[in-house]
Each structure stands twice: as structure tokens, then as C-alpha cells.
């Protein structure tokens, strides 16, 4: 599997953006999904959606980012609204598989920057 972002970049606080992500090879029933890394932290699942389109948000971001997958053009998509400085790292796509019974990531994509100014 290979993954490719594009579309970061900066952005006023409060406003959007959409990142993407084009997919190549087999994508698992456990789906694909958005991870960030803000500087100094360690890195966070910000959405995933699998196979049967179901979603997951975390909860700094739930209300405010969707993710979508384009099941014709193999992409993936984040759109970002009311976006705050504390959504500024980089924004990284993932794909993942089954390990050990549980969803794991197996594939990462190159990343990113999203950074939100004040």
C-alpha cells in the first residue's frame, strides 16, 4: 500500500482546509485513517473510517473535521473546519490492518504540515 498526502498548508484560525491522501494496493477491512503530530508531542489518531464507511473521531476534533474516502478516485479526505492553533502538526495518513486482533496501522503515508495561525 501506498500513501500519498497533499493539501496542508497554513490557515487563519477558524478557518478550513482540506487535506488528502491517494491510495494504491489493498486497503483492509480495518480502513484507513488521519494522524497527527503537533511539536513536541507524541503523535494522535485524529479519524479513521473503515471499510463500511463507519467513522471515528477524537473528541478534540469531533463536530469540526469530517473524513470521506472516494471509493472511485482511491482518496482519501480530511476536511478541516473551525481549525484552532492546536491543530497546527503534521497531518499523516494511514492505512491500516488487522494484528493480533485488532485494528493496527501497517502503512504510513510521507505527512503533512498543517499549521494554523492566530
Known amino acids: 500500500v501506498q500513501l500519498t498526502e497533499s493539501g496542508g498548508g497554513s490557515v487563519q484560525a477558524g478557518g478550513s482546509l482540506t487535506v488528502s491522501c491517494t491510495t494504491s494496493?489493498?486497503?483492509?477491512?480495518?480502513?484507513v485513517g488521519w494522524y497527527r503530530q503537533a511539536p513536541g508531542k507524541e503523535r494522535e489518531m485524529v479519524s479513521i473510517i473503515n471499510s463500511d464507511g463507519i467513522t471515528t473521531y477524537s473528541d478534540s476534533v469531533k463536530g469540526r473535521f469530517t473524513i470521506s474516502f472516494d471509493n472511485a478516485k482511491s482518496t482519501l479526505y480530511l476536511q478541516m473546519n473551525s481549525v484552532s492553533t492546536d491543530d497546527t502538526g503534521v497531518y499523516s495518513c494511514?492505512?491500516?490492518?488487522?494484528?493480533?486482533?485488532?485494528?493496527?496501522?501497517?502503512?504510513w503515508g510521507q505527512g503533512t504540515q498543517v499549521t494554523v495561525s492566530s
Open positions: 494511514a492505512a491500516r490492518r488487522k494484528g493480533d486482533g485488532v485494528c493496527v496501522v501497517a502503512h
Open positions: 494496493g489493498f486497503i483492509s477491512k480495518c480502513g
